[in-house]
RNA sequence: GUCCGGUUCGUCUAGGGGUCUAGGACACCGCCCUUUCACGGCGGCAACACGGGUUCAAAUCCCGUACCGGAUACCA
């Protein structure tokens, strides 16, 4: 039989990384078998699914580069056959009418305020003592037909216990008495969680459940549906958490934009250096290998390889340095310098030309000096960002003067104020202009004031680029061209500034 | 509260009875290279939660404790 796994996000906000790395596991799962990897939208909850949300979380899996197969199948137009199942399951006796009305929920601390109500009930609580559970037929069905709303909550047995063997978590057992006879149709008749994925899942005969390990007690609500309903449950894994650095879950509403997948595709991430991150975080080919392509992650993705300890995604809010987990930047500085060129040249032109920078001449005449120039800046690069930021000076003269290399390179030596000026008027007497003749005239130039080579390169560095710090001066010289190193050398642009 | 799960350097992790004076990566620090910063090279700092067992031998197996997390809804 072939493997089928779905990613199922309900659409109440952007694809959040947790998601994100679910969608992975599965992916990589499916292709690594030869299964399907199918979508599937859980958008059940009205009042907070948003079309919007849809699309974000569409766009953000094709960022990330996970294609689904066959058609993504929106829970929504589901209901019909959910509510059937749940009637099925009265009909047989297997679920039962509750006509307790339904308690308002303030949902502003909904958890704390069940955590509390569970704590408060504790030990007097019977899942059981439901007055309707065991209403006679005729009764229950007179109450119905007289126009009482009622909620439809599974007969869940009195005495035995659910178990699956987990592919990462190993044997689960979870007691009866554990499990309360969960509502399957809300008295409005809107179908439930759980009953809405079991059913979804029997429908698109979904092999392998893989899913976050906050879903572990569905599980076993899910197993008894399942047996309800008279089908086999398919085999689970679940993933360990993903949380933030105080400990708790990572969630969009505390941590805000920094779980959102579009934050990275923004700040200049490459897809295929997030996606190698993120594989990483709960995952281990138990290897020493860290840079994966998506084709070595299939071929080595086993479920065997996936933690049951929850890891922490580092982060530091108040440091820009750290805005994001130290090994993600890293990873995506990693492939930024060492990625094929012409791959990535793609990335710098679709990054350039949102900053204005792009000139059609890169396209033709100028092709090559392109590749050349990016070849030569991305060494110190850590996001796409920083084509059009730090390396603007190279496709534009509209560019800042940082502010601490002025300070450190070109004020505390005044001479050069008067030295640049003079370097470039050498400048012009050179014919070939390449890495050597320019390095003759510089050194020829060091001895003849007396001074060292840095000093003088540090100096133009910040008047040629603005930055502090970029690839070795000559070679940026040579690549700036012989006009825009002696115009800007003669600028007093940085000292003014 | 109850149920479930987890605990190896700051973070991601390797390891699954002897090969562990615990390996790798990020971060940090130092040195080298060098025209600066980086890159690169070399090196350093830094961890088996605790207590009992089992065993000739335990990071690895068992029990307990502590701590952390998740779940507990007519949300998904």
């Known amino acids: 039989m072939t493997i089928r796994v779905r990613f199922a996000p309900s659409p109440t906000g952007y694809l959040h990384i947790g998601s994100a790395r679910t969608a992975l596991f599965n992916y990589l799962y499916a292709r690594s078998v030869g299964g399907k990897f199918l979508l599937r939208i859980e958008d059940t909850d009205i009042a907070r699914s948003t079309e919007e949300s849809t699309r974000s979380i569409l766009e953000g899996l094709e960022w990330l580069g996970f294609s689904h197969d066959e058609e993504i199948i929106f829970q929504s137009n589901n209901a019909d056959k959910h509510r059937a199942a749940a009637l099925k399951l009265l009909e047989e006796g297997k679920a039962y009418r509750d006509f307790t009305p339904k308690a308002q929920p303030n949902d502003k601390n909904i958890k704390a305020a069940i955590a509390q109500k569970a704590r408060a009930n504790q030990g007097e609580k019977n899942m059981r003592d439901n007055e309707f ?38 044997l689960q057992e979870r007691d009866y008495e554990e499990i309360e006879d969960l509502v399957l149709l809300r008295s409005d008749g809107h179908p439930l969680y759980n009953l809405a994925v079991v059913c979804d899942d029997i429908e698109m005969e979904i092999t392998d459940v893989i899913r976050g390990q906050d879903h572990l007690t569905n599980t076993h609500k899910q197993i008894l549906i399942y047996e309800a309903l008279g089908k086999q449950p398919p085999r689970f894994a679940h993933l360990p958490l993903i949380l933030a650095p105080g400990g708790k879950k990572l969630s969009k509403r505390i941590h805000g934009e920094i779980v959102s997948m579009t934050t990275y595709r923004d700040a200049g991430f490459l897809a295929a250096a997030f996606r190698n991150f993120l594989a990483l975080l709960g995952w281990s080919a138990g290897e020493e290998q860290e840079i994966y392509s998506l084709e070595e992650l299939t071929e080595k993705f086993s479920l065997s390889g996936i933690h049951r300890s929850n890891a922490t995604f580092n982060f530091d809010a108040n440091n820009p340095k750290r805005w994001t987990d130290d090994k993600a930047i890293w990873m995506n500085a990693e492939y930024i310098r060492t990625l094929p060129l012409e791959e990535l040249l793609p990335f710098v032109a679709k990054e350039l030309k949102a900053a204005k920078l792009w000139r059609e001449e890169y396209e033709e005449e100028d092709a090559q000096w392109f590749a050349k120039t990016v070849d030569l800046i991305r060494e110190r690069f850590y996001t796409l960002k920083d084509f059009s930021g730090q390396g603007r000076a190279f496709f534009s003269e509209d560019f800042d003067f940082d502010e601490k290399a002025i300070e450190k390179n070109l004020k505390k030596f005044p001479d050069l104020k008067v030295w640049l000026p003079e370097l470039a008027e050498k400048f012009e007497t050179v014919e070939d202009w390449s890495h050597d003749p320019i390095h003759e005239v510089v050194s020829g130039f060091c001895e003849e004031k007396d001074t060292k080579f840095g000093v003088v390169l540090n100096g133009a560095r910040v008047v040629l680029t603005g930055q502090a710090v970029g690839p070795s001066m000559l070679a940026a010289m040579e690549q700036l061209g012989k006009d825009k190193t002696i115009m800007r050398l003669k600028s007093r642009i940085a000292w003014n500034s």
């Open 133 to 170: 559970r065991d209403l006679s037929k005729e009764e229950s069905e007179k109450r119905a037909s007289e126009g009482e709303p009622f909620a439809i909550r599974l007969k869940v047995g009195d005495s035995g216990k659910t178990s699956f063997e987990d592919a990462v978590y190993g």
